[in-house]
T-cell receptor, first 115, second 113 residues
Framework: GAGVSQSPSNKVTEKGKDVELRCDPI?????LYWYRQSLGQGLEFLIY????????KSGLPSDRFSAERTGGSVSTLTIQRTQQEDSAVYLC?????????????FGEGSRLTVL | AQSVAQPEDQVNVAEGNPLTVKCTYS??????LFWYVQYPNRGLQFLLK??????LVKGSYGFEAEFNKSQTSFHLKKPSALVSDSALYFC???????????FGSGTRLQVQP
């Protein structure tokens, strides 16, 4: 498709279970970002991938969170042993990343609810 | 460290009136500044950006923003608001060395008919 695609759009899980969220970036975009948007809060940076460089993981809130990007395209965000405070909308974005000046294109997000 | 402040949680304006959504930032070095809009149940959409050059930047849907280096501000403006402009607006900043955008907490714009 033409835009950033995320799946699932909604996920309800029980506390303690693991979840995987998927992001398909725009074709040709070398940079991929994950952000988290909690109710009434701004966007919290989680992780950033750029080409073959080591990812910037500085925003991951705990070691229960991890992400990978296979083949420089699709990315998966994994949350292990989910907690109720993990409930949020997880947003993926991609960009051409022209030396930091490129705008980000966002997907519509994956809404995670941890019961 | 880089940061963004949006001091207003909500801005209310009557249709046809000018609107301003405020944003101030803090970065080391020169900033790259962005505005995004989020309509209900939708992803964020890019509105405009300031990288260098003219301090007044024009973007989508008739919006513009003015970069003020001395006040470290990047306020979003529109001369005449539409009801369809009602949405959540985010300011974001990136410094030259850091790749990830830092977003503000968002300002909800409500345009009344």
């Amino acid at each position: 498709g033409a835009g950033v695609s995320q799946s699932p759009s909604n996920k309800v899980t029980e506390k303690g279970k693991d979840v995987e969220l998927r992001c398909d970036p725009i074709s040709g975009h070398t940079a991929l970002y994950w952000y988290r948007q909690s109710l009434g809060q701004g966007l919290e940076f989680l992780i950033y991938f750029q080409g073959n460089s080591a990812p910037d993981k500085s925003g991951l809130p705990s070691d229960r969170f991890s992400a990978e990007r296979t083949g420089g395209s699709v990315s998966t965000l994994t949350i292990q042993r989910t907690q109720q405070e993990d409930s949020a909308v997880y947003l993926c974005a991609s960009s051409v990343d022209r030396g930091n000046t490129g705008e980000l294109f966002f997907g519509e997000g994956s809404r995670l609810t941890v019961l | 460290a880089q940061s963004v402040a949006q001091p207003e949680d909500q801005v209310n304006v009557a249709e046809g009136n000018p609107l301003t959504v405020k944003c101030t930032y803090s970065v080391s070095g020169n900033p790259y500044l962005f505005w995004y809009v989020q309509y209900p149940n939708r992803g964020l959409q890019f509105l405009l950006k300031y990288i260098t050059g003219d301090n007044l930047v024009k973007g989508s849907y008739g919006f513009e923003a003015e970069f003020n280096k001395s006040q470290t501000s990047f306020h979003l403006k529109k001369p005449s608001a539409l009801v369809s402009d009602s949405a959540l607006y985010f300011c974001a900043v990136r410094d030259m060395g850091r790749r990830a955008l830092t977003f503000g907490s968002g300002t909800r714009l409500q345009v009344q008919p």
